[in-house]
């Protein structure tokens, strides 16, 4: 496999820093949770039409049947994902429900060892465990019982499920497909869902306040354009455990931005918990570096020499 031109750690952490903007888009909107999902998807898909007609359209007849399947259940998992995790927010609180949706290792390991056969050292699995009890230590404060709490959680669990999913599925296809035709067909599937979505629900797609609309088209480029398509990017050098431990850094970023913006404060529990999670994803990454070093390149049945970049 050829080298990237660019670090994949960078662009790991640009995308993080994109996605951490999403809670506060979402916050700041007004309009019903399906709406908001939808028309994210929608303007993303919107900007990306000009450059995928003109020069990637012609890549639609090169994707085999099986990758069609895949980015196809990526598409729709990754629109269920936003469903239950809007849903999930008018039921508990954002804090629970952030950390909740960004616990995606816990998935990630199980379904890379199943699936991939992918084998973790114990120093990996020691960060990851250490990484998740700071992200459960930043809002430990706000996790509170009772029914329709303990509802809101489970839907941010079961969200945080299917976006593992989603990077699953998405990684065995980008190894095969370029970066702009695979988000654009897996964004154009996920919008589809979630029209259906929303007319099953009965929810208005208009009139909506001019704020509003900003917050669409924000959430479109920057927690889609730049956080998950720089995800998807670096599927093809990253492997999907290294991108949800890395997506554990999420709460830390909406927290701050919610500081600035908001004015709401950091305890010393959350700061703590914020540098436990920090130091448990530099550890992990440190130790996958590391054990890709010592790999020897293998290129049996190696497909991705004929990747178009």
């Known amino acids: 496999m050829d080298s990237p031109k660019i670090n994949p750690y960078l662009v790991l952490l640009i995308g993080v820093i994109s996605i951490s903007t999403s809670a506060i888009f979402v916050k700041l909107a007004s309009a019903p949770s399906g709406i908001i999902a939808f028309y994210r998807l929608f303007f993303t898909v919107l900007f990306m039409f000009p450059l995928f007609i003109y020069k990637y359209v012609s890549e639609l007849k090169l994707i085999s049947k099986k990758d069609w399947l895949f980015s196809v259940i990526s598409g729709v998992f990754l629109a269920f994902h936003f469903i239950l995790w809007f849903e999930s927010l008018r039921f508990t609180s954002v804090a629970s429900s952030t950390v909740l949706v960004t616990l995606q290792p816990l998935f990630a ?15 990996a699995l020691l960060s990851s465990v250490l990484a998740i009890g700071g992200s459960v230590l930043i809002s430990w404060g706000d996790f509170y019982v009772s029914g ?29 497909i370029s970066l702009i035709t695979y988000t654009f067909v897996v964004y154009s599937i996920s919008t589809v869902t979630l029209f259906i979505y929303v007319l099953l629900k009965g929810e208005s797609l208009f009139p909506y306040s001019s704020s509003d609309w900003v917050y669409f088209i924000l959430l479109a480029i920057f927690p889609t354009l730049l956080g998950h398509s720089l995800f998807n990017w670096s599927l093809k050098w990253l492997n999907t455990s290294t991108i949800s431990m890395a997506i554990l850094l999420e709460p830390v970023g909406a927290g701050i931005m919610a500081y600035f ?38 290129f049996k049945n190696d497909l991705v020499n004929n990747e178009r970049k």
């Open 148 to 176: 329709t709490a303990l509802y809101g959680d489970l839907l941010a669990l079961i969200a945080c499920a299917l976006v593992t999913v989603y990077f699953m599925f998405g990684q065995a296809v980008r190894k095969r």
């Open 109 to 123: 390991f199980i379904g890379s060892y199943l699936f991939f056969k992918e084998v973790f050292s114990g120093k």
């Open 261 to 298: 913006l908001f004015q709401e404060t950091i305890s010393l529990t959350q700061a703590a918990g914020g540098l436990i999670v920090i130091s448990g994803i530099m550890f992990f990454l440190l130790d996958e570096k590391r054990m890709n070093i010592k790999k020897k390149p293998s």
